[in-house]
């Protein structure tokens, strides 16, 4: 009798070792839920940064390509002061006219704007026609900036683009000729 008493006590776990066992379940658990956590914070920090991630290296190689090749440019408040004749202005503008002159000697112009044309709001290329009509706009370099504004400061251009979480990258450089 004594022998099938032992041999069914030695097939069981004793509440110490049950305890331990839950114990280290539980830690385990806790330290896979605190790396998912970590994870997930990680990831929603990546989302907000991706303007700078993504969108800002795209702008910077189009405003210098774009800008860069310009002969000169002209600020305006907006696309309607660029239609209407208004006058230039040096701060706080959302329109550059930038003009190339062609092999031939004449120029043609194109217009960088921060608009809404009916699309969503973003910073819009477009071109003018020989006749001097500005065109509507070819395509968006980007729709996610929040604002983006020109200025010209001691003679040099500076572009401030303002992303949609409130970061903010200045472009500077392409002073006129």
Known sequence: MKAAIRRSRARGYTLIELTLAMAVGVIISAI??????????????????????????????????????????????SVDDLVAGRPQVLKEANVIMLRFKEPNGTFRASVLSFEDPGTGSG???????????????????????????????????????????????????????
């Open 32 to 77: 896979i839920m605190a790396l998912v956590n970590q994870q997930l914070t990680f990831l929603k920090i990546f989302r907000t940064q991706s303007f700078l991630v993504t969108e800002a290296p795209m702008l910077n190689n189009y405003i210098t390509k774009i800008v860069g090749n310009a002969d000169s440019y002209m600020l305006y408040s």
């Open 123 to 177: 910073l819009y290329y477009r071109m003018v026609n020989t006749s001097g009509v500005l065109g509507a706009p070819s395509w968006a370099l980007s729709r996610k900036p929040a604002n983006v504004e020109f200025a010209i400061d001691t003679g040099i251009l500076r572009v401030t683009v303002e992303g949609p979480n409130g970061e903010q990258i200045i472009y500077s450089g392409a002073s006129q000729l």
